[in-house]
């Protein structure tokens, strides 16, 4: 005899507005940070992978070449079970944690950015500290940076 999972009932309550870990949560606080970076006028890069091999969320570059990270969390248990956001900070000059209105954000570092998102905009609630990067990881960052940007438009210009 197989094991079969049972299917879940679209309309149950648990699985809707209940559950604050969806990935169309995750989607919305990332669209509301990137036009907050945009509007910051950062270059955004969403889903920025980092020479330690670990995936930033949100990676914005200003025109000083200052480079920002926001980690979206959509809910407690996004927070409690991904503790590897401390490995962000040594790749960018500021480093912050993008959270919704309901977040516990008593969980969040004092000492960490905070921005405030939803799926129209953000805002800063808390600045991030500055921890300026030194000239050779600048350099090193920036330019994965650009050749991230550059594939996903090339990508992007050969399969519309």
Do not use: H
């Not at 679209?10 to 036009?35: H, S």
């Not at 890069?45 to 930033?56: I, K, V």
């Not at 079970?81 to 912050?96: G, I």
């Not at 990067?133 to 940007?149: D, E």
Request: hydrophobic share 40%.
């Amino acid at each position: 005899m197989q094991n079969v999972l049972p299917i879940p009932d679209p309309t149950d309550a648990a699985l809707t507005d209940a559950d604050p870990c969806r990935p169309d949560r995750t989607l919305a606080l990332t669209r509301g940070v990137t036009r907050l970076f945009l509007d910051l006028g950062l270059a955004p890069l969403c889903e920025f992978r980092l020479a330690n091999g670990r995936r930033a969320d949100v990676a914005g570059i200003d025109r000083k070449g200052r480079l920002i990270i926001a980690e979206v969390k959509s809910c407690r248990a996004d927070f409690e079970v991904d503790q590897k956001w401390p490995d962000y900070r040594d790749y960018c000059d500021q480093f912050y944690f993008a959270v919704d209105t309901d977040f516990p954000r008593e969980l969040l570092p004092e000492d960490e950015g905070l921005i405030i998102a939803d799926e129209y905009g953000a805002a800063i609630a808390r600045t991030a500290e500055d921890r300026p990067l030194n000239a050779a990881r600048r350099k090193a960052v920036t330019l994965r940076f650009a050749r991230q940007a550059a594939a996903r438009s090339f990508a992007a210009a050969i399969d519309p």
